[in-house]
């Protein structure tokens, strides 16, 4: 090879890993432009309103168009897709209905509450008899394959500790509202022969995912917690977070541990189709070491950042609506955290098809191996002109028994 066709091979190879801005094109009246959308979309959801499926959300889609979901409640796990999609909860195990939202015994959980529940050794699918407000004295830890299903109720846990997913597998939960989680005092807890015992002050996480597998928490309403609304961290993986509304939080996400626990080097998440809503900072999510799918998502805004990680995360941002928060400088949707650039520009952090709005901005690093990204995608990307329609009904729905969900 020629002296001349070196140098441009090493030319091409160093633009790879230049970062690149994918950013809102230059119109000659952006803010008409933004309006002009955000018209249509609503439009577009008005007319949406009456449909209880056929809006382009494929976990909808499966489940919301049967008029006999509520004799069919197992039917969902089917429905889920992305890294989790393997998670069957409950399923083919007995209904479990809770019948009581107070009485929360860590020790002694009394039958017909959502902790006698959580803890037993056989599959469940958990369901409520009504509208309640559980108020925990310490974290909920759950055992495997159960499915916490608040179809039908309107059901919030809040204003203590939450839930707890610890060296578990096959877990679902969908449509909770999940607030105003605090940390739970240091006690004993019952559960299973590995989970009993004294636990340490929890972090006060509305959903905390810890050395689990095959995870799916879809549909939930989640603010306002002292940690993070999900994390998962220790080598959790095959989770797939989907079709949530959050809302007022500091640190949303949190999907690795630390930069230094490199067992989550294999860990797979899906984040699709939720709403990140007002009152939002930063960690939507922030990701460390494994590969992460968000597509089509609905950010409406954020003070900090959207998307962020550290220590060499492949991130694959498909298909996701961003509207960038009004401040000059908080335009960037991205932020590559705890090295310099020199490290980071080799991240792949890969943009596609994203709607970028109101100036937002991605920052894409890396050369792209295509088997990297192979890692971090879980499933179709619709085109984001849909994200309206797709996320519509994010959060928990208020589904009511004898109708349409």
């Given amino acids: 090879m020629s002296n001349l066709s070196i140098f441009l091979v090493l030319s091409f190879c160093s633009l790879l890993i230049i970062p690149s801005l994918v950013s809102s094109s230059p119109v000659q009246d952006p803010e008409l432009v933004v309006h002009e959308v955000h018209r249509s979309i609503n439009a577009s959801r008005r007319n949406l309103a009456y449909l209880s499926c056929g809006t382009g959300n494929p976990i909808d889609d499966c489940w919301r168009c049967d008029p006999n979901w509520e004799r069919n409640r197992q039917r969902l796990a089917d429905c889920a897709i992305g890294f989790g999609k393997n998670a069957i909860g409950g399923r083919n195990g007995r209904i479990y209905v809770v019948t009581d939202s107070g009485n929360d015994d860590p020790v002694n959980p009394k039958p017909g509450t959502l902790r006698h529940a959580v803890i037993q050794d056989e599959p469940l699918w958990i369901i409520f008899k009504r509208d309640m407000v559980i108020q925990l004295e310490k974290e909920l830890v759950m055992n495997s394959f159960k499915t916490i299903d608040g179809r039908g ?102 999907l690795g541990h630390s930069d230094s626990y490199t067992q989550d080097k294999n860990m797979q998440v899906t984040v699709a189709f939720n709403h990140f809503g007002e009152g939002l900072v930063q960690r939507m999510p922030r990701c460390r070491h494994g590969y992460f799918h968000v597509v089509n998502n609905d950010y409406t805004q954020w003070e900090m950042y959207a998307i962020g990680g550290s220590a060499a995360p492949t991130i694959y941002s498909q298909g996701n609506r961003f509207y960038a928060p009004s401040e000059r400088f908080k335009k960037e949707v991205t932020k590559h955290e705890d090295a310099p650039e020199s490290e980071w520009r080799n991240w792949n952090w890969r943009s596609e098809g994203d709607l970028m709005l109101n100036g937002a901005y991605f920052r894409q690093t890396g050369a792209g191996a295509s088997s990297s990204y192979a890692r971090a995608s879980s499933l179709n990307a619709r085109p984001s002109s849909l994200v309206g329609s797709i996320t519509m009904k994010a959060g928990a729905l208020n589904c009511r028994r004898n109708s349409h969900c």
Wanted: charged residues 10%; negative net charge.
């Fill in 153 to 254: 109720a309107s059901v919030h846990i809040a204003n203590g500790p939450c839930i707890t997913i610890h060296y578990a597998t096959n877990i679902i939960i969908h449509g909770i509202h999940i607030h105003d989680c605090k940390q739970g005092g240091s006690g004993n807890i019952k559960n299973s022969p590995e989970h009993s015992g004294w636990w340490k002050v929890s972090d006060g996480d509305g959903v905390s995912i810890f050395a689990s597998q095959h995870i799916w928490v879809d549909h939930c309403s989640l603010s306002n917690c002292h940690d993070g609304l999900i994390d998962a961290i220790h080598g959790s993986t095959a989770i797939t977070i989907s079709n949530n509304y959050m809302t007022h939080h500091d640190k949303v996400m949190l």
